[in-house]
């Protein structure tokens, strides 16, 4: 669990991890169809974004992510 957390804390977009923080908190107020839209509206938001850019370069390169919030 710990390392799990340390893996979503270093290699994972600042955005995306507000982006679930949101998600989890208003998870409980919305039925699944909701939630699954909102979540398919933010994939689709995310794509356009550097750092979406950037996660698939630091994957290939095999390197630690650099992460600009944009």
């Known amino acids: 669990m710990l390392e ?3 893996d979503l804390a270093n290699a994972t977009s600042p955005r995306s991890v507000r982006t ?3 998600q989890l908190r ?6 699944l169809l909701e939630a699954t839209d ?3 509206r933010e994939i689709a938001a995310c794509r356009g ?7 698939v370069q630091h994957f290939i390169e095999k390197r630690a ?6």
């Open 4 to 6: 799990r957390a340390r």
């Open 20 to 22: 679930m923080k949101r």
């Open 26 to 31: 208003e998870a409980h107020t919305q039925t």
């Open 38 to 40: 909102l979540a398919d």
């Open 49 to 55: 974004t550097e750092d979406f850019r950037e996660g």
């Open 65 to 70: 992510p650099r992460f600009t919030g944009r």
